[in-house]
DNA sequence: GCTGATGCGTC
DNA sequence: GTCGGAC
DNA sequence: GTCCGACGACGCATCAGC
């Protein structure tokens, strides 16, 4: 059994070491002495998780239920914990100042009690498992009994991974590596087995199990799903076929990616984190089994809302399918999904991902009737591709994906086969009206700001989103000083500011907001530049917003 | 039974 | 999802 | 080229509190 208190240090040496082989070296040889049976574990908790994929409980627990467990043990009131949390770096060194701060109350237990991986792991499992009423206090209870058994090191170390912010310097990536340096496995093996599987934690249990051996075993299994295959972004057409010579452009559908299984007439459907939304999803299942009967078969693809003429809807209305419970044959009625699919990984029992993409574009076309694909033509003139961005944008969608045509399917990569394009909209100059605090490497400076449009009737400024991309670290520190000097109310995390300074805002999208009082709210927002140049009366209006949302719907479906 | 807070997962 | 920073 | 850490919008489910 080890100690937690081992992850724990572990944890802090990665977090001093900017070196990415220091980091690896660090975990490698921190799980090559782990039993079997805590690897699992060790590799989720530093990977910022608790339970492994595939469980479909969860927790339930963020910083809310941590604050209220934080508050139980130190004594201490809200503004004092307030105060304390706004000055620290993140959640983590918040929970460790507040515990040297005030002398925590901790729970007795009958017998000396240490932590250790299996321990943390078994407290997860029993949260976890709590449900129904006064489910959250009894997960509170859990929690201060864990805490208790922590020391300050450690606490942190809980705080993040339950906020799932472990902020260490290490995802994924890395930690292939270090599997594969660990148990001497090829790190292009580790990753494919990975790739395969979804689930990192169970590669780091069969390479300590079964070295390459067990690992070049894996394959495709049908209601497994695999990590979907992902697209870098491309600023251009020419770009892209300066980079491919000849591709196919598919229509990039703006809905959710499902990776349909199925097998002896069972038909399952994945999200594009490997979560299970068959239930939600009917009339997605009925389409797949009127695609494929009941051969066995996984496919890719996206699904969309569409309207009565066959529009696509916008994304909200997607989303509103995607986890319910309630009123599913309800909900499918109003908004229907349809399937468009794009690629085939498996079919009777053969794994595809290796063939090439015409060979596995054809195939799905002499399987599939047409209307059930994503529109695809292959390219190798700007004019031609261009051609075909248009018709994308003229029947709604949101732009191209370019794919190289003997590419293979590498689930889980964002490489140089895949590219997507979407255009350039133009972008709104909104003001600073608020900014946030940040966390972590942003924790000295305002780091997410407030954009607001102006009422053209009012003079009144109206917030439509908020954002923290697009500026440099430079950027970051003079914007700082700026707002603080602009300041009229500060609680220590949220700063408001008079308006003043504006911004150029680029977006994807104006989306119906239910929480601002403005009524729209920008999707994706980034700034572009700072418009020194001009003043707030000069800044976009929320009557011009609307319009832009309206003309939305040009090219889009409306129910 | 309703409302608001909280957490989670999609983009 | 999108961006900048760091290796 | 690749990985990582900053955090945005929505909408659903669930639970607490009235």
Same mark, same amino acid.
């Given at each position: ?8 240090e ?5 977090s ?14 921190f ?29 339930d ?22 105060k304390?949390?706004v000055q620290?770096v ?9 515990l040297?701060?005030?002398e ?6 009958l017998?000396?009690q ?35 058994l922590?020391?300050k ?5 809980l ?8 902020r ?10 270090a ?20 689930d990192i ?10 070295g ?8 495709i299994?049908v ?7 992902? %697209?870098?972004?491309?600023? @251009?057409i #020419? $770009?892209?076929?300066r980079? +491919? /010579?000849? =591709? ?18 069972r038909i399952r459907?994945?999200?594009r984190?490997l979560?299970?939304v068959t ?13 494929f009967g009941?051969?066995e078969v ?6 969309i ?10 994304f ?5 399918r ?10 499918a ?7 468009f ?5 498996q ?10 993409y ?17 529109? %695809?033509?292959?390219?190798? @003139?700007e #004019? $031609?591709a261009?051609?075909? +961005? /248009?018709? =994308? ?6 732009g ?52 607001a449009?102006r009422?053209?009737?009012?003079g ?13 670290d ?19 995390h949220l700063?408001?500011?008079?308006p ?12 119906k ?6 009524g729209? %709210? ?6 572009v530049?700072i ?8 800044a ?10 309206e ?9």
């Amino acid at each position: 059994m080890t100690d937690f208190k081992e992850l724990v240090e572990l944890a802090r040496k990665i977090s001093m070491t900017t070196s990415r082989n220091e980091k690896i070296e660090l975990v490698s040889s921190f799980i090559k002495e782990l039993p079997e049976d805590e690897v699992r574990h060790a590799v989720l908790f530093l990977l910022g998780r608790t339970l492994p994929p595939g469980d479909e409980r969860h927790l339930d627990v963020n910083w809310r239920a941590l604050l209220s467990v934080l508050k139980r043990m130190t004594g201490a009131d809200n503004e004092q914990l307030f105060k304390i949390l706004v000055q620290a770096v993140d959640i983590g060194d918040g929970f460790k100042k507040a515990l040297e701060k005030f002398e925590p109350k901790r729970q007795s237990f009958l017998f000396e009690q240490k932590l250790t991986i299996k321990e943390v792991s078994s407290y997860y499992n029993k949260i976890a498992s709590l449900r129904g009423a006064k489910s959250r206090k009894y997960k509170e209870d859990l929690l201060f009994s864990l805490f208790s058994l922590a020391d300050k090191d450690e606490a942190e170390f809980l705080a993040r991974n339950l906020t799932g912010e472990m902020r260490i310097g290490l995802h994924e990536g890395l930690m292939e590596e270090a599997i594969a340096k660990a148990f001497q496995i090829p790190a292009r093996l580790v990753r494919r087995a990975v790739m395969l599987r979804g689930d990192i934690s169970e590669i780091a249990v069969l390479a300590k199990r079964g070295g390459a051996k067990a690992l070049e075993s894996i394959r495709i299994e049908v209601f497994r799903p695999l990590k979907p295959m992902l %697209a870098t972004d491309a600023d @251009s057409i #020419e $770009e892209v076929l300066r980079e +491919l /010579k000849r =591709a196919s452009f598919e229509f990039k559908l703006d809905g959710i990616r499902l990776q349909m299984h199925a097998k002896g007439g069972r038909i399952r459907a994945f999200t594009r984190r490997l979560s299970d939304v068959t239930q939600s999803l009917p009339d997605i299942v009925d389409q797949f089994s009127e695609i494929f009967g009941s051969r066995e078969v996984v496919a890719d693809g996206e699904a969309i809302a569409i309207d009565p003429e066959g529009r696509p809807l916008p994304f909200q209305f997607v989303s509103r399918r995607l986890r319910r419970k309630s009123d599913i044959a309800r909900s499918a009625k109003e908004i229907p999904l349809r399937l468009f699919l794009f690629d085939i990984l498996q079919i009777d029992g053969k794994m595809l991902i290796d063939e090439p993409y015409f060979r596995r574009r054809k195939l799905l076309e002499d399987l599939v009737d047409e209307e059930w694909l994503v529109p %695809a033509r292959v390219c190798e @003139s700007e #004019e $031609e591709a261009s051609n075909f +961005l /248009k018709e =994308a944008l003229d029947r709604g969608h949101e732009g191209l994906i370019a794919k190289k045509l003997d590419s293979i399917y590498t689930p889980g990569v964002r490489g140089k086969n895949w590219f997507k394009i979407k255009p350039v909209l133009a972008t709104l100059d909104l003001v600073i009206v608020a900014a946030e605090r940040g966390y972590g490497r942003r924790h000295k400076w305002l780091s997410d700001y407030y954009l607001a449009a102006r009422d053209e009737e009012t003079g009144e400024f109206y917030v439509v989103g908020k954002t923290f991309k697009g500026l440099t670290d430079q950027e970051f520190e003079l914007m700082t000083q700026r707002l603080k000097e602009l300041a009229y109310y500060d609680d220590g995390h949220l700063v408001k500011v008079k308006p003043s300074i504006v911004v150029e805002v680029a977006f994807n999208e104006i989306q119906k907001s239910p929480k601002y009082e403005s009524g729209l %709210a920008l999707r994706f927002a980034r700034i572009v530049s700072i418009r020194e140049d001009k003043t707030p009366e000069e800044a976009e209006t929320i009557q011009n917003l609307r319009r832009i949302y309206e003309k939305q719907f040009l090219h889009k479906g409306k129910i």
